[in-house]
């Protein structure tokens, strides 16, 4: 289930008043084995798109380490298109080349797009 701040605004080193954190949307996500909760922040729920990984590597981000440089550098804007059912649209953006994905309510990537060269 998404979590998402309604107030979110977060300035240069610090985090949003309203949620504590810098991550606007972040999902709820309970393990098929030990039923256990986890939050995590919505870019994280990319790193299961193999384009995005590419997109990452190719830009010299490694998506498992850099998630917080993808938050603060790449992710350009984050918008909720639906809310029931939940739809959730990112844009990443680095070195003139863009990548737009849809999540669902689950966190998963339903759809993505992406430009490249968009720099003139």
């Not at 107030?7 to 991550?23: A, K, L, P, Q």
Request: aromatic share 6%; hydrophobic share 40%.
């Amino acid at each position: 289930m998404p979590n998402v701040c309604e107030d979110h605004h977060v300035e240069s080193g610090r985090r949003c008043t309203s949620c504590d954190t810098i991550f606007e949307v972040q999902y709820d996500i309970v393990c098929d084995v030990c039923h256990q909760m986890i939050t995590v922040p919505s870019n994280r729920c990319l790193l299961t798109e193999p384009r995005v990984l590419m997109f990452l590597e190719d830009h010299d981000y490694d998506p498992w380490y850099d998630w917080l440089l993808i938050e603060l550098e790449l992710v350009q804007r984050q918008t909720v298109l639906s809310a029931d059912p939940f739809e959730l649209e990112m844009v990443l953006e680095a070195d003139g080349d863009r990548l737009v994905a849809t999540l669902d309510e689950n966190g998963a990537v339903t759809a993505l797009h992406m430009d490249a060269s968009m720099a003139v």
